[in-house]
């Protein structure tokens, strides 16, 4: 596999074709950003993720790395693209995948192997065959009840299951999970992986690989839930929950994770609906997980309400309120269905206060709070009245904070 395409270069496309670039394959990189484009093509990143943009670099600089608003043929397509809801009601929305399929299908040869890593609901990879057949009625596409029969392309779906921050490391030692359409699908793709892939890779199939990755999501937002549904009971019974869950966890067989404002990014807070979604009878904990994640940013505006309200009762006429950190955790700079975002746009609606926002990870603000003002840790002085911490940065380590309340 010396050629690979990959669609999409965000928070995983960009990592994982710079794996590639990086251990001698020629990568051409698709997105429709065109800053994005751009700025890798300078040998720079456009996003946070450390010891990334060294490597783009380098892999820049060998001529080993390109990026491009369009695709080339290659020995092998990687889809990366995000796959969103649609509306309020928690349905995927299929159709990032569906416009790479239809730019996609005119490239293919007999051989090639095309691999999604776009976490999906189950079914996904199947329907992603059904739109590149409609394209191309020349060739022959693996079928998923018929796993022992040969076809001109393999298809297989492989998720990434890196931690934000580390998706350097965890790209190449993690295990991997390689779900083909059928056996020979599953070996072309495993294939590829082996050019950077140091962690063993997992045979299954489409459906079953599907499955796994909103498995794994959904059963930490379950002990995230756990975690979030004691901190609100602790608060109620005026009890301190990190103490509590430190001592709990003392039991050889508890491990308590610790609670937050609520769960974000594009992985755990969206995946578990995805089996919500197609099991609504059946996904009865998972659900509930999600519905007490979900809320829990509610919870935490209510809480910093009421300080505020107490300090305006106490003769402040216009509090200056601090909310530290907006990024969906820790030292990264994703926002992407943030619990702290939530937050901050709803304190953001009072006129009452002068609100300031510290996130050390991003230069400007998302559109709806704008009217906000972002400064560095450092600008903070005794001027603030309170302060919420949202989401620990380590840039907020050791500092002592003005009527500092903690929801991390």
């Not at 020979?184 to 063993?200: D, H, L, N, P």
Request: proline fraction near 6%; hydrophobic fraction near 40%.
């Amino acid at each position: 596999m010396e050629n690979i395409c990959v669609f999409g270069l965000g928070y995983i496309g960009l990592p994982t074709a710079a794996m590639f670039a990086h251990h001698g394959a020629n990568v051409i990189g698709v997105d429709v950003n065109q800053h994005a484009v751009d700025t890798i093509n300078q040998g720079k990143i456009h996003i946070v993720e450390p010891g990334l943009e060294a490597i783009v670099k380098q892999a820049v600089d060998n001529g080993k790395l390109k990026a491009s608003l369009t695709p080339v043929h290659s020995d092998a397509y990687l889809i990366a693209v995000p796959t969103p809801f649609k509306g309020n009601d928690h349905e995927p929305d299929l159709s990032y995948i569906h416009a790479v399929s239809k730019a996609l299908a005119p490239l293919l040869e007999k051989g090639d192997v095309v691999i999604l890593e776009s976490t999906s609901p189950v079914g996904a990879t199947e329907k992603m065959v059904e739109w590149l057949a409609e394209e191309r009625s020349d060739l022959t596409f693996p079928k998923y009840h018929e796993p022992e029969n040969e076809a001109d392309i393999f298809v297989a779906y492989c998720p990434e299951r890196v931690l934000p921050g580390k998706v350097v490391e965890e790209l190449i030692s993690n295990d991997r999970i390689i779900g083909g359409m059928t056996k020979e699908s599953t070996k072309k793709a495993q294939e590829v992986y082996r050019i950077f892939v140091e962690g063993e890779l997992l045979e299954t199939n489409s459906r079953t690989a599907e499955m796994a990755k909103l498995t794994e999501n959904a059963s930490r937002d379950v002990s995230i839930a756990f975690a979030n549904e004691l901190s609100i009971i602790s608060d109620k019974l005026d009890i301190n929950v990190w103490e509590l869950i430190e001592l709990a966890n003392h039991h050889p067989r508890v491990n308590i994770l610790q609670p937050g404002a609520g769960v974000g990014g594009h992985c755990i807070a969206v995946d578990p609906w995805f089996i919500v979604n197609q099991n609504p009878e059946e996904a009865r904990i998972i659900r509930a997980a999600r519905e007490i994640n979900d809320s829990k940013p509610k919870w935490v505006i209510e809480k910093i309400d009421t300080e505020i309200n107490r300090l305006k009762s106490e003769g402040f006429r216009k509090p200056r309120v601090v909310l530290l950190g907006l990024a969906f955790k820790p030292d990264i700079d994703d926002l992407r269905e943030s619990p702290a975002i939530e937050v901050a746009q709803q304190i953001a609606i009072r006129d009452d206060i002068e609100l300031m926002l510290v996130e050390p990870n991003i230069t400007k603000l998302p559109p709806d709070l704008q009217k906000c003002k972002l400064i560095s840790v450092e600008d903070l002085d005794s001027t603030v009245n309170c302060t919420f911490m949202l989401v620990k940065h380590k840039e907020f380590n050791g500092r002592n904070y003005i009527n500092l309340h903690s929801f991390v």
